[in-house]
């Protein structure tokens, strides 16, 4: 029977459920470092055609999961939760700053996205059918929230953790949207309030929480 066969959602784009679900079986430690790729071999493991096998290991090669080489194809190059705990850990404090710093700046408009984005997600029930819609709603939520900050250099640090594992989190762990959905809240209470100190505070928890859960979920599956 094959067990990496996609299932068929709907509404998630078919180059999204393929590098989701690669993405899950690299950080769950179904590839040792190193180990090769082929193309041809999990086009065919997981039903679909070459083109969107390749533009999800382009995807993955951008968040340090694969590294594509000339002549040899995609090598994986897992992350480990030593990674993860230094990513998570890094974006807890610059992000808490960088909220912090933020909110005195934000606008009425601002705050107007900021309650539409929560809306939108507080609509999703938490199946996978959701998840994709989810991961950019909340991007683009956690962006609008640190957007009144100027400084450029925190700003630019957070944008390169981004660039990795972060964004994706959502597609690898269960509850994620009942799990932020009340952490969210808070933080547009806190920012519409004036509250700083618990605005980083929650947003550092937020944050941390995820971590423990991504990590709590490679150990599970690597024991």
């Given at each position: ?140 939520f956690h962006r609008v929230?640190?957007?009144?900050c100027s400084w450029r ?71």
């Amino acid at each position: 029977m094959n067990t990496y066969k996609l299932p068929d959602y709907d509404r998630m784009t078919l180059q999204f459920k393929v590098t989701t679900r690669l993405r899950e079986l690299i950080l769950k430690g179904e590839f040792k470092m190193g180990e090769r790729l082929m193309q041809e071999e999990w086009a065919k493991k997981l039903g679909v055609s070459r083109m969107p096998l390749r533009e999800a290991l382009r995807q993955l090669e951008m968040e340090g999961l694969v590294h594509i080489e000339p002549r040899r194809g995609a090598i994986v190059t897992p992350i480990s939760i030593e990674d993860i705990e230094e990513i998570y850990r890094l974006r807890a404090l610059l992000e808490g700053e960088a909220v912090e710093q933020s909110f005195r700046f934000l606008t009425e408009e601002d705050f107007e996205d900021l309650e539409e984005l929560y809306t939108k997600m507080s609509r999703l029930h938490g199946d996978d059918n959701d998840i994709e819609e989810y991961m950019d709603l909340n991007e683009k939520f956690h962006r609008v929230l640190m957007g009144g900050c100027s400084w450029r250099r925190i700003k630019g640090f957070i944008e390169t953790l981004w660039k990795g594992i972060p964004s994706y989190t959502p597609s690898l762990l269960a509850n994620t949207i009942d799990e932020g959905r009340k952490e969210h809240y808070l933080m547009l209470e806190y920012a519409r309030h004036g509250n700083g100190e618990e605005l980083r505070k929650v947003t550092e928890k937020h944050i941390l929480r995820t971590r423990d859960n991504l990590i709590n979920m490679m150990k599970n599956n690597r024991d």
